[in-house]
């Protein structure tokens, strides 16, 4: 079987039914019955080397999808505008961000090489965001890279409207992997413990790990926050647990 | 971290980007990842006009040590502008 992808910015229906732009990481041998990935974006937003995310799932077999989840405020922006301008308006409320991930994966789920299977990743705020829709929708696997404020709320005042989630444990739908720096304070190994625990208490299959010597932002690769042994192992326990869960 | 700490501020003025002077009337201080800088965290500021879409922006990405200059800065050369200037 071929081992061909094709990546390109597509249009899907959001959030609403709002048309917003994705870019669609996807195999292209029709015989392949692929399991599909929706991948959040990071707080920075929509940039290139979360489309290299999904390139690399493609890569591995998977279809793959990122919404820009900052195309209605800024589109056609350069994603460090974008950001900029989603971050003064108060960031990415949830119940869109549920919208957009729901549109994302009924996308991956029409594409003629699915096997009906759907994960969630996401990093920084999209880890926080991937633990949303994850008891928010029926999804197979969900992966929370370093999210902040699942436990815990940010401090008074700040615009940024995001609030604690781990009393909706218990909603979980499918499987959590959670990926974790031990030097990180957002989210501290004191709040992945408490998320940890909620998860053990409500009978959610989970599997949690903080990596030593690394912090927040330990798989981005061009910032200074990398760190190649967690993200090296971070990736292969990533594809591990997607090969269990989203194989048809 | 990502630490989410924002302010935004209303600011009047203007502000020189790609396209040369706008008019500036939002400002947004952060503690966060920077795009640019070399550090895991700098103090961030963008200069806004929301009114001219989000490429009308212009940004700043500093260490901590150098924006509490900048800070002190600011706030030393308004103490010595005379009376009835600013």
């Not at chain 1, 094709?6 to 692929?34: L, Q």
């Not at chain 1, 195309?71 to 409320?93: C, H, K, L, M």
């Not at chain 1, 927040?216 to 326990?237: L, T």
């Not at chain 2, 901590?64 to 502008?81: D, Y």
Request: proline share 7%.
């Amino acid at each position: 079987m071929s081992d061909a992808f094709i990546a390109e910015t597509i249009t899907i229906a959001g959030h609403g039914g709002d048309e917003i732009e994705a870019y669609s990481a996807r195999v292209i041998d029709p015989e392949k019955r692929a399991g599909g990935v929706v991948v959040i974006h990071h707080m920075p937003g929509y940039d290139a080397q979360t489309k290299e995310i999904a390139r690399n799932f493609a890569y591995h077999g998977y279809n793959a999808i990122v919404p820009n989840l900052y195309y209605r405020e800024a589109p056609g922006a350069s994603p460090d505008d974008a950001a900029a301008t989603a971050r003064a308006a108060g960031g990415v409320p949830d119940e869109r961000l549920v919208g957009d991930v729901a549109g994302a994966a009924e996308y991956l789920k029409s594409l003629p090489a699915a096997n009906g299977k759907v994960g969630v990743i996401g990093y920084c705020s999209g880890g926080r965001q991937s633990f949303l829709a994850a008891v928010s929708l029926p999804l197979d696997a969900a992966v929370d890279c370093y999210g902040a404020f699942v436990v815990g709320t940010p401090p008074e005042g700040m615009p940024l409207k995001v609030g604690p989630l781990v009393d909706r444990a218990p909603q979980l739908s499918c499987p959590l992997l959670g990926l974790f720096g031990a030097e990180d304070k957002y989210p501290s190994p004191e709040d992945v413990k408490v998320l940890d625990d909620a998860l053990t208490a409500a009978g959610k299959p989970h599997e949690f790990h903080v990596y030593d010597n690394a912090g927040h932002a330990f798989f981005s690769v061009n910032r200074p926050a990398y760190r190649p042994e967690a993200a090296n192992d971070g990736w292969a326990k990533i594809f591990a647990f997607y090969g269990q869960y989203l194989s048809a | 971290m990502c630490t989410y700490v924002t302010e935004t501020v209303a600011v009047s003025g203007s502000a020189k980007g790609p396209d040369g002077w706008f008019r500036v009337t939002d400002g947004s201080v952060y503690f966060d990842h920077p795009v640019h800088a070399p550090q895991e965290h700098t103090l961030n500021i963008d200069f806004l006009a929301p009114g001219q879409g989000p490429s009308a922006r212009v940004a700043v990405e500093l260490t901590a040590e150098s924006a509490r200059a900048l800070a002190t800065a600011i706030e030393s050369v308004l103490a010595q502008v005379p009376a009835g200037l600013a």
